[in-house]
């Protein structure tokens, strides 16, 4: 079926450092990818998309670019903040017309000042 | 404006007992989904409603979930003979149409823990 894996964490950087959290995943069709952020004491909310091949998302300094020959949907950040500090969730929607995501494990960022 | 909002916040009950819990979704939003968000699982899709068309509920792990949704609005998720692996974060989202151009709002979920 189809997964979604990305990088373990915890993630701890300074600030201003550059971010990667990576995110493969495997599917049988053409999903639409998407990161997910839960900041403390929030609920899940959407970070960025991307709906096609090559498409770029961004988002508050975040991108991500779909890579159909890699699988891959990486995100990144020239340079973080102590309030990018949260947990990050690449997902794939499986089906057109309905979001039923396949999350992944999810990365914990800590920013420190 | 109002987000997703689900109750309770909090729940602790005896393994066994039976538990419901509630979502209110954004009003006007058509879609309804419910994930649950769990140590040993990440999170889960569960059961998504879709206007008035029947709901899938492809991602329900035994028949010991079910879930309604009155009136195209209100959420009900019901665990029946509750089990310690059902202990989990339960979470609700809606989104206002069908399709992934319609991002899914989430609320702050619903802290299940089976005693």
């Known amino acids: 079926g189809n997964s979604v894996t990305q990088m373990e964490g915890p993630v701890t950087l300074s600030e201003e450092a550059f971010l990667t959290i990576n995110c493969t995943y495997t599917a049988t069709g053409y999903p639409s990818l998407f990161w997910y952020v839960q900041y403390p004491g929030e609920g899940l909310q959407l970070l960025l998309k991307a709906t096609k091949a090559d498409d770029k998302g961004s988002n508050k300094g975040f991108e991500a670019t779909y890579r159909k020959e890699t699988t891959s949907f990486h995100l990144e950040k020239g340079s973080v903040q102590v309030s990018d500090s949260a947990v990050y969730f690449c997902a794939l929607s499986e089906v057109q017309g309905a979001q039923k995501l396949v999350f992944g494990q999810g990365t914990r960022l800590t920013i420190n000042p | 404006g109002a987000g997703v909002s689900q109750s309770p916040s909090n729940k602790v009950t005896e393994k066994g007992k039976d538990v419901e819990l509630r979502c209110d979704p954004i009003?006007?939003?058509?879609?309804l989904y419910w994930y649950r968000q769990s140590l040993g699982q990440g999170l889960e899709f569960l059961i998504y409603f879709q206007g008035n068309s029947a709901p899938d509920k492809s991602g329900l792990p035994s028949d010991r979930f079910s879930a309604e949704r009155t009136g195209g609005s209100v959420s009900t998720l019901t665990i029946q003979r509750t089990q310690q692996e059902d202990s989990a974060v339960y979470l609700c989202a809606s989104s206002s149409r069908r399709g992934n151009n319609s991002p899914l709002h989430f609320g702050n979920g619903t802290r299940l823990t089976v005693t």
């Open positions: 009003s006007g939003h058509t879609a």
